[in-house]
């Protein structure tokens, strides 16, 4: 899954920039450089659910830290 499908997935630009507490320009940014970790964390679970499993924490760079439970 690529950003933009994220960003989709999650409800568009605005809708992930109130999720993540940042400014929708901040998000459109993301489409070209990524989504900082600390925003996949934080919207990771939420992704997982509305992806219908496309999407895992997994995917996420130390995961098992975060999640250990997931292991």
């Given at each position: 899954?690529?950003?933009?499908?994220?960003?989709?997935?999650l409800?568009?630009?605005?809708?992930?920039?109130?999720?993540?507490?940042?400014?929708?320009?901040?998000?459109?940014?993301w489409?070209?450089?990524?989504?900082?970790?600390?925003?996949?964390?934080?919207?990771?679970?939420?992704?997982?659910?509305?992806?219908?499993?496309?999407?895992?924490?997994?995917?996420?760079?130390?995961?098992?830290l975060?999640?250990?439970?997931?292991?």
């Open positions: 899954m690529n950003t933009t499908d994220i960003i989709q997935t409800g568009g630009t605005f809708s992930l920039a109130k999720m993540c507490g940042v400014t929708p320009p901040a998000v459109s940014q489409r070209t450089n990524g989504i900082p970790v600390n925003k996949l964390v934080l919207i990771a679970i939420q992704l997982e659910r509305k992806s219908k499993g496309k999407w895992s924490r997994k995917e996420i760079p130390n995961w098992q975060i999640w250990p439970r997931l292991k």
